[in-house]
């Protein structure tokens, strides 16, 4: 019940992003099409960070070494923007939306999960 939970969390997540950043004037290009399109890409986007993210992260460990961590934001926005291109109705509108986005979302989607799960 609680990846369900999790799931729809995160879909609602992405919602909310694609009304907000509009109304503040950020991510020119981002959006998602409805709650469907949001469903599918939050399940992409765990199928790739169940796949390709550990992949991307062994390949460039030294430069993630060499950065301090930081560029594993680099693979999270490389994530997104994968996603985006398989998902018909999820657009993030080039690399530097699909890195803001990724930070956004995670901050906001633990939020939320925190906040509605929390024992």
Do not use: D
Not at 48 to 73: A, D, E, Q, Y
């Amino acid at each position: 019940m609680r990846v369900i939970g999790q799931w729809l969390v995160n879909a609602g997540t992405l919602l909310l992003l694609a009304w907000l950043a509009p109304q503040v004037g950020i991510l020119h290009g981002f959006r998602v099409a409805g709650f469907g399109p949001a469903l599918v890409a939050v399940l992409i986007l765990g199928l790739l960070n169940i796949t390709l993210r550990p992949l991307l992260k062994v390949l460039s460990l030294p430069i993630t070494c060499l950065t301090f961590g930081l560029f594993s934001l680099v693979i999270n926005a490389a994530v997104f923007y994968i996603a985006a291109q398989l998902v018909t109705g999820f657009a993030v509108g080039g690399f530097l939306n699909a890195f803001i986005l990724a930070l956004l979302y995670s901050l906001l989607s633990s939020f939320f999960y925190n906040a509605l799960f929390k024992e």
